[in-house]
C-alpha cells in the first residue's frame, strides 16, 4: 500500500511570491491534515481537511489556505511568502477525521521550502 | 491551551541499553496520544498510538504507557539498536480534532555501536 505523497520535495522561492504544495493521502483515508516543522517552534498545526471540507485551523495567517478534492488529494497554498515561512511543510492522512479513535496519522516525507 | 514537554531533549547510549524516554502534558482531558519517529530530512513514522482509555501500548520492543490523570506517557524501548537512532516525538489530541495535534519538541536518540 502506498504511503502518502507529498511533491515537490524541496521548493526555493523569493519573498513576495506564491506557492502550492501538493499532497496525495494513503488509498481510502479521507482526511488530510498540513503541520509546519521548523527548528525554532517545532510541529504546528495548519489545517485539516475531511471529506473537500476544512475541518479546523491552527494559529496561522490567512496566507495559508489549502484544499482537497474529491479523490482525497490536497493541496495547501501559501501566498506573499516570508522569510520566516522557511520550513518543512508536512502533510499526513488518517482514515477518520483527526481526532477520532484508534485512527492514527501517517505522515509523508514533507516539502522543504526555503524563502530567499 | 495545551503543551507537551518531552525530556530529555538528548540520549546517548550504547547498543544493548533498555531507555525510557518521557513525554508530559499539561491538559489530562485527551483523546489519544501517538508516540512517532522522525529520522533526519524524513517525515514521521507512527510508532504507538494509546487511546485516553488505555494504559499501555506494545510493538515489537517498543511500550508505550499513558497516565492520564499525572499528564505522563513513556516510551520503552528494550535492548536498542543502531538504527533505533531518530527523534522521538510525542502528539496529544486533546482537542477532538479542532486543533489537531500538539507535538513536544522530541527526544533526539543515538544509540552507539
Known amino acids: 500500500k502506498a504511503g502518502v505523497t507529498q511533491t515537490p520535495r524541496y521548493l526555493i522561492k523569493t519573498r513576495g511570491q506564491q506557492v502550492t504544495l501538493s499532497c496525495s493521502p494513503i488509498?481510502?483515508?479521507?482526511?488530510v491534515s498540513w503541520y509546519q516543522q521548523t527548528p525554532g517552534q517545532g510541529l504546528q498545526f495548519l489545517f485539516e481537511y475531511f471529506s473537500e471540507t476544512q475541518r479546523n485551523k491552527g494559529n496561522f495567517p490567512g496566507r495559508f489556505s489549502g484544499r482537497q478534492f474529491s479523490n482525497s488529494r490536497s493541496e495547501m497554498n501559501v501566498s506573499t511568502l516570508e522569510l520566516g515561512d522557511s520550513a518543512l511543510y508536512l502533510c499526513a492522512s488518517s482514515r477518520d477525521w483527526g481526532g477520532s479513535y484508534n485512527s492514527p496519522l501517517h505522515f509523508g516525507n514533507g516539502t522543504r521550502l526555503t524563502v530567499t | 491551551k495545551q503543551e507537551v514537554t518531552q525530556i530529555p531533549a538528548a540520549l546517548s547510549v550504547p547498543e544493548g541499553e533498555n531507555l525510557v524516554l518521557n513525554c508530559s502534558f499539561t491538559?489530562?482531558?485527551?483523546?489519544?496520544l501517538q508516540w512517532f519517529r522522525q529520522d533526519p530530512g524524513k517525515g514521521l513514522t507512527s510508532l504507538l498510538l494509546i487511546q485516553s482509555s488505555q494504559r499501555e501500548q506494545t510493538s515489537g520492543r517498543l511500550n508505550a504507557s499513558l497516565d492520564k490523570s499525572s499528564g505522563r506517557s513513556t516510551l520503552y524501548i528494550a535492548a536498542s539498536q543502531p538504527g533505533d537512532s531518530a527523534t522521538y516525538l510525542c502528539a496529544v489530541d486533546s482537542g477532538g480534532g479542532a486543533d489537531g495535534l500538539t507535538f513536544g519538541k522530541g527526544t533526539h536518540l543515538i544509540i552507539q555501536p
Open positions: 491538559d489530562s482531558a485527551i483523546y489519544n
Open positions: 488509498s481510502g483515508h479521507r482526511s
